[in-house]
């Protein structure tokens, strides 16, 4: 009896130790809920054939799609920002296109995420390297941004963890998918004109002063917009003969919306309606990238806005895009090549009085914060955030080496920004280009916040009080990301 009662202590204790040990973000896996053998054949992965890059690359210019749901199924979940979600609107998906020359293959995610943690971007190319044998270089991953999907795939939370532990299988399912379905194909380009679809948020007040997204000026004494939002989307359309074609879209529009009129719903945003919309109404796979949008709204103080809301934007897109691929032009394919480079970006120091101040906001009680913020004369919750991330930052030193990387293909090209970039300097890098099209993908294979034109620092606001980087620094990446789209060309 005694040896029984033993051997049940042993085991549960093992039982509990194992309860509590968390997954690494790199294992990607975690203990799952009971499920019916129904909801099991739903959710398993799919099993795909060992397919090896490149040994088993057709010859010849191919290009391929996959996707695969990656919506949490475990809610509630955090969407930032005091945003809880409670429920799920559409769906959230990891959608690739796979692109190769018949020796070399790229992979280029669209995530319907917010951002690409640092962390995350190591782990996803970590396991194509080894699933794949995919240089991590040739991959994209590219977030929409919704404001609408969970705030962190990398999180520590079980909710997070459960939604790491979904997404990881899926993104490989969905290469997979996508290495299987590569076709020979003709690459066909186009543009068009969303005037008045989105606006530039910061505007020049009547007094001289400056205002952005928390309007601490009265509307009626809006003068003008800091600058004139891009009104170019860019359009990709791989023609696959018998099988479906594939439509890349490319525009800079901030996915930010949907929180304002649900706030608790999982959402990719007007993603949604413009992609459900361009797959039915030209029978082709759609991938959306998004690009250089962090001081853009859909909605204007001046009143010029088309549409009244997010809804009304995906739908408006999809004509657009209708339209562009009517008059677009055939343009050649090419060796897939990849490169990539390092800026080195210097940190803003702030005023030591703020940095104080910061710090004692952090202590404070809800009732005293409001006095804190006056007495040390900080703008919002949202500068203390951000003094108290620089201050974190400024421990690894001054400046943050951050990776950019350019993948192309003959007359085409792709180029990643890890920041939440202005679209003054992704269309900047968009028209000094050398290739015929090349697509800005912003929020891509990182993640460090906003940075905004230099021109805008004069200007204050909110997107300059928070990023975390000196005047200047979108010159050096706008310098940078022409460089490695010159590169490229020329090895072309």
Known sequence: MKRILAVLLALMMLLSLCACASPSLEEGEAVKPVQTAEEQTKTA????????????LPEGFTVGFGRADITPATLPMDL??????????????????????GENAAVIFHLDMKSIPNVFLTTVTTRLTKKFNIPAENVILNATHSHNSPVDVTGS?????????????AMDNAVGDALHDLAPAEIYVSKGDTTNFAFV???????????????????????????????????????????????????????????????????????YELRTGVEKELGVHMVYHNGSSGNLNFSDRLGQQKFSNFHGVGTGLVGVV?????????VNPGK????????????????????????????????????????????????????????RRLKNGPTVDVDLYAISCGDIA???????????????????????????????????????????????????????????????????????????????
């Open 336 to 391: 897939v090549r990849s490169a990539k480079t390092t800026v080195t970006c210097t940190v803003f120091v702030d005023d030591p009085y703020k940095v104080e101040g910061a710090k004692k906001y952090a202590e404070s009680s809800e009732g005293v914060r409001p006095s804190v913020l006056a007495e040390y004369g900080l703008i919002s919750s949202y500068e203390v955030s951000a003094i108290n991330s620089r201050q």
């Open 414 to 492: 792709f180029f990643t920004s890890p920041f939440e970039q202005f679209d003054s300097d992704g269309k900047y890098i968009r028209d000094a280009s050398p290739f015929k099209m090349t697509f800005s993908c912003a929020y891509s294979n990182g993640h460090y916040g906003y940075l905004p034109s230099s021109f805008a620092y004069p200007h204050g606001c909110y997107e300059v009080y928070t990023t975390p980087f000196v005047e200047g620094t979108s010159d050096l990446l706008n310098a940078g990301s022409v460089g490695l789209l010159n590169q490229l060309y020329s090895a072309s």
């Open 201 to 271: 948020r910061r505007y020049l007040m009547a007094d001289g002063s400056w205002d952005g997204i928390q309007m601490n000026n009265p509307c009626n004494d809006t003068v003008a917009h800091e600058s004139e939002a891009d009104a170019e989307l860019r359009v990709i359309r791989f023609d696959r003969g018998d099988k479906k074609d594939i439509v890349m879209v490319n525009w800079q529009g901030h996915a930010a919306h949907g929180r304002g009129m649900h706030p608790n719903l999982i959402s990719s945003d007007f993603i």
């Open 157 to 169: 939370d079980d909710a997070s963890i459960r939604w790491r532990t979904k997404v990881l299988p």
């Open 45 to 56: 992965p799919k099993k795909q054939e060992k397919f090896s890059v490149p040994e088993d």
């Open 322 to 330: 209708a339209e562009a691929v009517k008059n677009e032009e055939k």
């Open 80 to 101: 930032g920002g005091d945003a809880i979600a409670t429920s799920v609107g559409d769906p959230l998906y990891a959608s690739c296109t796979v692109i190769s020359d």
